[in-house]
């Protein structure tokens, strides 16, 4: 049975750092498109940070770039969501996700198969 399963989330203060994880069970990441988004109370969900399966090319939403940084341990098949530099419009439910495919486009949250349980990330002082 697949299954993702978060951990890392709470609460922040602005400029700090978080770092989520997501253990995977079931089949091994480094053959998925794996990524994290967020939703937000109010607002749309949105994609944060992808890796692709094509090429293992990385991406970020602008929103992010550069304070967040995504990675994976192949080892531990855990991957993970190193934010830094944290602002309180960051505040959401953040879910990790994977897919076998390439999903196009790379935000598309509807095409990815499998997702965590998500994490609270609050942002405050």
């Known amino acids: 049975q697949v299954q993702l399963v978060e951990s890392g989330g709470g609460l922040v203060q602005p400029g700090g750092s978080l770092r989520l994880s997501c253990a995977v069970l079931g089949f091994s990441l480094d053959s998925y498109t794996i990524g994290w988004f967020r939703h937000a109370p109010g607002k749309e969900r949105e994609g944060v940070s992808v890796i692709s399966n094509s090429d293992g090319a990385t991406y970020y939403a602008d929103s992010v770039k550069g304070r967040f940084t995504i990675a994976r341990d192949n080892a531990e098949n855990t991957f993970y969501l190193q934010m830094n530099s944290l602002k309180p419009e960051d505040t959401a439910v953040y879910y990790c996700?994977?897919?076998?495919?390439?999903?196009?486009?790379?935000?598309?949250?509807?095409?990815?198969?499998?997702w965590g349980q998500g994490t609270q990330v609050t942002v405050s002082s």
């Open positions: 996700a994977a897919d076998p495919s390439s999903p196009q486009p790379i935000f598309s949250w509807s095409t990815y198969d499998y």
